[in-house]
DNA sequence: GCCAACGTTGGC
DNA sequence: GCCAACGTTGGC
């Protein structure tokens, strides 16, 4: 079970318009990295934190699940599309996507400055100086820290008997 | 709007 | 393979 974190720009795509939509295809990323966890790392059933990005305040504003792993990106093939890429062909993709459901809302949202706050977050990804991979890794740690923040309460143990 | 930080491109 | 130039990201 991997834990992830996914930025938007809420004028492009916000955490709403993943409610509206009920799932998406997380596509038009164009950089390698992500790309890379686009494709080979990121599961079904994985978690992740979705981050609204360029706005005031930028925040963790929900939470969503996996739904498929990585598969080819379509808008790469769509000359129509502002995420076209002529290299990448269908029988040989450059980009990928995940397909990702909404879990809740973390309301209030957690801004970056609460994050940069709570010490156990200090070695995250999103709060390095200069940080800018738009979909990154989240350790287990940071992820249960960020869930109790949210006020989100750990799932109940199943219990026999 | 500014600008630091970063990834990509392309000349050599 | 180096690295300068360039374009983009994203907080402030």
């Given at each position: 079970m991997g834990y992830w974190l996914f930025k938007s720009e809420p004028d492009s795509y916000s955490f709403a318009d993943l409610v509206r939509d009920g799932t998406t295809g997380w596509?038009?990323?164009?950089?390698?990295?992500?790309?890379?966890?686009?494709?080979?790392?990121?599961?079904?059933?994985?978690?992740?934190?979705?981050y609204h990005s360029s706005t005031d305040p930028a925040a963790v504003v929900g939470i969503a699940e996996v739904v498929e792993a990585g598969h080819p990106?379509?808008?790469?093939?769509?000359?129509?599309?502002d995420y076209h890429d002529p290299k990448s062909k269908p029988d040989a993709p450059t980009w990928f996507q995940v397909t990702i459901k909404p879990v809740r809302a973390v309301d209030p949202p957690l801004t970056l400055a609460r994050l940069r706050e709570?010490?156990?977050?200090?070695g995250m990804e999103l709060l390095r100086k200069g940080s800018r991979l738009s979909v990154q890794p989240v350790s287990e740690g940071e992820w249960k820290a960020i869930q109790e923040l949210a006020g989100i309460k750990p799932a109940k143990?199943?219990?026999?008997g």
């Open positions: 596509n038009g990323v164009r950089n390698f990295q992500a790309r890379n966890f686009l494709r080979d790392a990121i599961r079904a059933g994985d978690g992740v934190l979705f990106d379509p808008s790469a093939f769509d000359p129509k599309s709570v010490p156990a977050l200090a143990k199943s219990r026999k």
